[in-house]
C-alpha cells in the first residue's frame, strides 16, 4: 500500500518563529489532507490540497503532485499552534485515507 | 449543528467484553468512517460506509464489526474485547460533495 513519510518528527519552536513540515507519498494521490491534533486530542482539518497551494491566515500549505510531497508552512507560531501535525493520502476519492505518523509541534512563549 | 458526535468519551473494559461505539452526524453526509490511534502513530482506517447501507472494510477490521443504522449514524462493535484493541477510536464523515472528512472528538477505550 501508499506510505507516507512526514518530517521531523519532533519540532520546537520559539513564539514567532516560522516552520516548515513536510509530507513525502510513495505513489500517486487525488486526495491529501493537513490536519492539527491539539492537545485535547481534537483533529481538525486544515486543508484540502491534493495539488497546487493555498493559504489560510498563518498558514500554507503546497502539494507538488508530480514529485509526490506536501509542505505546511506555519508562519509567525503561536503557543496555540502546539499538538500534532497529521499528513493523510488517499488513492481513491474520499475514502480510505492513509495517514503518517505525524509531526508533533511544540511552541514555547 | 453539533458535527460529528461520538459516546462514550471513555470506556474501560475486561477482556472478553462487548461493546458498542456510537456515531452521529448533522451535517447530512453520504460517507462516515472509523478509525483508531495507537500511541506516536497516526490514525488507521477500520471500516469505512460510502453510504447508507453500505459498509466495507479498512486497513485493521479484524475483531471489529459496523452497521450503518441509517444516513446519520454509524456504530462500531467490539464482539470480544483484548487489550490490542485498547486506543482512540475516531469517527468521520464526509459529504458527497467535498473529500474533505471531519472528525468526532474520539472514545477513549481501555481494555484491562
Known amino acids: 500500500g501508499i506510505q507516507v513519510e512526514q518530517s521531523p518528527p519532533d519540532l520546537i519552536l520559539q513564539e514567532g518563529a516560522n516552520s516548515t513540515l513536510r509530507c513525502n507519498f510513495s505513489?500517486?494521490?487525488?486526495?491529501l489532507q493537513w490536519f492539527h491534533q491539539n492537545p485535547w486530542g481534537q483533529l481538525i482539518n486544515l486543508f484540502y490540497?491534493?495539488?497546487g497551494t493555498k493559504q489560510n491566515g498563518r498558514l500554507s500549505a503546497t502539494t507538488v503532485a508530480t514529485e509526490r510531497y506536501s509542505l505546511l508552512y506555519i508562519s509567525s507560531s503561536q503557543t496555540t499552534d502546539s499538538g500534532v501535525y497529521f499528513c493523510a493520502v488517499s488513492m481513491e476519492y474520499g475514502n480510505k485515507l492513509v495517514f503518517g505518523a505525524g509531526t508533533i509541534l511544540r511552541v514555547k512563549s | 449543528n453539533a458535527g460529528v458526535t461520538q459516546t462514550p468519551k471513555f470506556q474501560v473494559l475486561k477482556t472478553g467484553q462487548s461493546m458498542t461505539l456510537q456515531c452521529a452526524q448533522d451535517?447530512?453526509?453520504?460517507?462516515m468512517y472509523w478509525y483508531r490511534q495507537d500511541p506516536g502513530m497516526g490514525l488507521r482506517l477500520i471500516y469505512y460506509?460510502?453510504?447508507?447501507?453500505?459498509?466495507d472494510k479498512g486497513e485493521v477490521p479484524n475483531g471489529y464489526n459496523v452497521s450503518r443504522l441509517n444516513k446519520r449514524e454509524f456504530s462500531l462493535r467490539l464482539e470480544s474485547a483484548a487489550p490490542s484493541q485498547t486506543s482512540v477510536y475516531f469517527c468521520a464523515s464526509k459529504s458527497q460533495f467535498t473529500d474533505t472528512q471531519y472528525f468526532g472528538p474520539g472514545t477513549r477505550l481501555t481494555v484491562l
Open positions: 490540497i491534493p495539488s
Open positions: 451535517m447530512n453526509h453520504n460517507s
Open positions: 505513489d500517486s494521490v487525488n486526495n
Open positions: 460506509s460510502a453510504s447508507e447501507g453500505t459498509t
